[in-house]
C-alpha cells in the first residue's frame, strides 16, 4: 500500500474511509489481495478525492497478486501517475500516506526502485533526481528511503566520493544516520557489494544482491527489515570503500560478517578475508539459511581473493561455480521477481572468469568470457585492453603451433592462411579483431584522461579533512574517475599504466598486421607517457626501432636499439611481468640482436657479425645463428683464400 506503515486518517469526517484504508492495509499485509482490490475499488466508489491514491495502491496490489513479476505493467501504471505531476508542487490532500508524503512522490520513488533492480542505475539516478533535491522537505521516514536509495544507487555506480559527501549531508544536515564507531584506517580499496536493494513503497522486502566486481571483491548482501539498519549498513559500507576507520560491529548476521570480510580484503589481510567469508558459508548451512545469492556471492569474493595472491586455478574454480550458482538463479529473467533480477550478476562474474583465464594463459575461454560483460560495459576501455590482450594471445599461441608443426614437417597449409581482413569486425580472438578493440580502448582512455578528476585525499597524508558544509550543493561537488565500471574508480597512476598498455598493444598488433606507420606512431606515443615503467620502455623502443627497420629507415632504428639504455633499467620491473624477458641478460641480448639485424640493413655486416658473437641467451640465440649465416652468405669468401669467413 502506501506506506509500510499503518495510515492514519487525515481528517476527522473521513472515519469510515480512513476504517476501510486500514482494512485494506491489513488485507495487503496477509497477502489477502482480492479482498484488498475490493476494499479499494469500495473505496473509489464513494467518491473519495485522493484517486491517486487509490490508482497507485491498486496497481502495487495487483502486482503482488501476479506474482511480483509484471514490472512492465507496473513501470507504465507509475509512468502514469507521475507523468503530470510536479513533484515541488504536489500537495497532500485526502488519503495520503501517513506521514504526508504524496502518492506521485511514493510513485517516482517506486519507479527508481524498479530501475535499480533492473540494473539501471543512471535511469534510476535520474528518476530519483527530483525527489533527492527536495529531500529536506519530505517526511522524515519518505525521506529515509529516497536517501536509502540514493546512497546505494552511488555506490552502485562506483561513485565513492560522492557517495561520502551525501552520507555527511544525511549525518550532519538531516540527523538521518549517526556517527559510525571508528578505528585504525585501511590501506587499500577495492570493489563494493551492495547492501540489501530497496524495495517498492509497501512491497514485501527484497532480497539479498550479489554485487560482484571484476579485480574487486565485494560483500555478501542480504535483505534488512529495518530501514535504520539498512541506512546504517550502508554508512559503514560507504566508509569501508572510502578507507576510512570505522569498527564493524559483530550482530551475528551475514550483512556484517561478509562487510568484515571486505574490510579485511582492503586491509590486504586476504586470509582473515576467506576465513570470514568461510564462516559466513558455515554459519548460514548450519542454520539453513543458505540461499543462490549467497552461494554465488561468497563463490565470488573468494575467486577475487584468490585471484589477489596469483592462485590462479582456483580462483577460476570459484567463478565458475559462482557462474552455475547465478545461472540457475536467472534462468529465465522475464518471468522473475526484482529480488532476482537484482541477484543476478553473471556479468561480473564472467568479467572475472575472463581475467583468471588470461592469467592461465588460455585466451580462447577469456575471449568468450569478455565477450558478454562487453555488452553492458562498453565504454570501459580496460575492459577492451583485456579482449585484445586475448586475441593477442590467441594469435601468438597458433603461431607457436604452427611453428612446432612446421619443424614436424606435418603444417597443414590452410593453418599459414593470414586472417581475412573483411573479418575484422566478427568478435574473433584475430589480431584484426585486436586492433578495433585496442581503438576504443585507446579513444576512451584519451577522453577519459582529458575529464580526469584530481582531488586531494587526506587519507594519502594521514591527516583528517577539514570539516565540511554539509549541504545539497556541497554533496554533489564531488567527483569520481568511475568509467572503468563494474570495477571501482581509477588513480591517475592506473589510468597512465593502462594508457601505456594500450599504446604497447597497438603497437605490437600493428606491427603484426603490417601497418608499420600506426606502430611507429603508438611506439613514439607509449615513449612519451609519463610515469613509464621500464618493462614498457623497453618495449617501447623495441617496437619503434623494429617498425623503422620495416620502413626501410635503419639509421633511425639504431638509435632506439641502443644497448646502453637497457644497462639503466630496473631488473625487478623485468622479473616480476608474466614474460619472457625475466633478466637483463635477457634484455640486452634481445636489443643487441635487433641492432644486429639494422646494422645487417645498412651492409655493416663485420659490425653485425661481431655484435652477433656475444649472444649466448637461449631467446636469441638460434635467431642470431641464422642471421650469422646469412651474413656469411653476404661476405662471401675471403679474399685470396677462397674460404667463408668464420
Request: charged share 20%; with cysteine.
Amino acid at each position: 500500500m502506501d506506506t509500510a506503515d499503518s495510515p492514519t486518517k487525515s481528517q476527522s469526517g473521513e472515519d469510515e474511509n480512513y476504517i476501510l484504508l486500514c482494512q485494506a492495509h491489513e488485507q495487503f499485509n496477509n497477502a489477502e489481495f482480492d479482498r484488498c482490490l475490493e476494499v479499494l475499488q469500495e473505496l473509489e466508489t464513494r467518491g473519495e478525492s485522493s484517486g491517486p491514491v487509490l490508482r497507485h495502491n491498486r496497481a502495487v496490489v495487483n502486482y503482488h497478486k501476479g506474482g511480483c513479476t509484471q514490472h512492465s505493467a507496473l513501470l507504465k501504471e507509475l509512468e502514469e501517475l507521475t507523468v503530470d505531476a510536479d513533484v515541488p508542487g504536489e500537495t497532500s490532500s485526502g488519503l495520503t500516506l501517513k506521514h504526508g508524503a504524496a502518492a506521485a512522490t511514493v510513485a517516482r520513488y517506486n519507479r527508481a526502485v524498479i530501475y535499480y533492480h533492473r540494473h539501471m542505475y543512471a535511469t534510476a539516478l535520474e528518476k530519483l533526481a527530483p525527489l533527492v533535491a527536495r529531500l529536506e522537505a519530505l517526511e522524515k521516514a519518505m525521506a529515509a528511503l529516497v536517501a536509502t536509495l540514493q546512497l546505494q544507487l552511488l555506490l552502485a555506480t562506483n561513485q565513492l566520493n560522492r557517495a561520502e559527501a551525501f552520507l555527511d549531508y544525511l549525518q550532519y544536515k538531516l540527523n538521518l544516520v549517526a556517527s559510525a564507531p571508528s578505528s585504525s584506517p585501511p590501506t587499500e580499496e577495492t570493489s563494493p557489494g551492495s547492501t540489501s536493494p530497496p524495495s517498492t513503497v509497501a512491497a514485501s522486502p527484497a532480497g539479498a544482491s550479489a554485487g560482484t566486481g571484476a579485480s574487486g571483491s565485494s560483500a555478501v548482501e542480504g535483505s534488512s527489515s529495518v530501514l535504520g539498519g539498512s541506512l546504517q549498513l550502508l554508512q559503514l559500507l560507504t566508509l569501508v570503500l572510502n578507507r576510512k576507520p570505522v569498527v564493524i560491529p559483530e550482530d551475528g548476521t551475514p550483512e556484517y560478517a561478509a562487510l568484515k570480510a571486505q574490510q579485511y580484503y582492503i586491509m590486504k589481510d586476504f586470509q582473515m578475508a576467506a576465513k570470514q567469508l568461510m564462516r559466513i558459508n558455515n554459519e548460514c548451512t548450519q542454520a539453513g539459511t543458505v540461499t543462490r545469492q549467497l552461494s554465488t556471492c561468497i563463490a565470488n569474493n573468494m575467486g577475487v581473493i584468490h585471484l589477489r595472491v596469483r592462485h590462479y586455478a582456483i580462483a577460476a574454480k570459484f567463478f565458475q561455480n559462482a557462474l552455475n550458482f547465478d545461472q540457475k538463479l536467472a534462468q529465465n529473467l522475464r518471468q522473475s521477481t526484482l529480488q532476482t533480477m537484482s541477484s543476478a550478476r553473471s556479468c561480473e562474474i564472467l568479467y572475472n572468469l575472463g581475467v583468471a583465464m588470461l592469467h592461465l594463459r588460455r585466451p580462447k575461454e577469456a575471449f568468450q568470457c569478455f565477450l558478454v560483460p562487453v555488452k553492458q560495459f562498453h565504454s570501459n576501455p580496460r575492459l577492451w585492453l583485456r579482449m585484445a590482450e586475448a586475441c593477442i594471445m590467441e594469435h601468438e599461441t597458433k603461431l607457436v603451433e604452427e611453428e612446432r608443426n612446421s619443424q614436424a614437417g606435418t603444417a597443414a597449409g590452410s593453418s599459414s592462411k593470414p586472417y581475412d581482413p573483411q573479418s575484422a569486425g566478427v568478435p574473433e580472438p584475430t589480431l584484426e579483431f585486436a586492433a578495433l578493440c585496442l581503438r576504443s580502448a585507446l579513444t576512451l582512455t584519451l577522453h577519459y584522461k582529458a575529464s580526469f578528476h584530481i582531488t586531494a585525499d587526506s587519507a594519502e597524508d594521514g591527516e583528517a579533512p577539514e570539516p565540511k558544509d554539509p549541504t545539497q550543493e556541497s554533496w554533489r561537488q564531488p567527483q569520481d574517475n568511475n568509467f572503468c565500471n563494474p570495477s571501482k574508480p581509477v588513480s591517475l597512476e592506473s589510468l597512465e599504466n593502462m594508457l601505456a598498455a594500450i599504446y604497447a598493444a597497438h603497437s605490437f598488433v600493428s606491427l603484426r598486421l603490417g601497418d608499420h606507420v600506426t606502430a611507429l606512431e603508438m611506439s613514439d606515443q607509449l615513449l612519451a607517457c609519463e610515469r613509464l615503467s621500464d618493462a614498457h620502455k623497453l618495449l617501447g623502443h623495441m617496437y619503434a626501432g623494429e617498425a623503422l627497420m620495416l620502413m626501410d629507415k635503419a639509421p633511425e632504428a639504431r638509435f632506439h636499439l641502443d644497448p646502453a639504455f637497457v644497462s639503466t633499467l630496473n631488473a625487478f620491473d623485468l622479473e616480476t611481468r608474466d614474460w619472457q624477458l625475466k633478466s637483463l641478460d635477457a634484455a640486452q641480448n634481445v636489443v643487441r640482436y635487433n641492432l644486429a639485424v639494422a646494422m645487417a640493413l645498412q651492409n655493416d655486416l663485420p659490425q653485425a657479425k661481431s655484435l652477433l658473437a656475444s649472444l649466448t641467451h637461449s631467446l636469441v640465440s638460434g635467431k642470431a645463428m641464422a642471421l650469422r649465416r646469412f651474413i656469411d652468405l653476404k661476405m662471401g669468401p675471403i679474399p685470396g683464400t677462397g674460404v667463408a669467413p668464420n
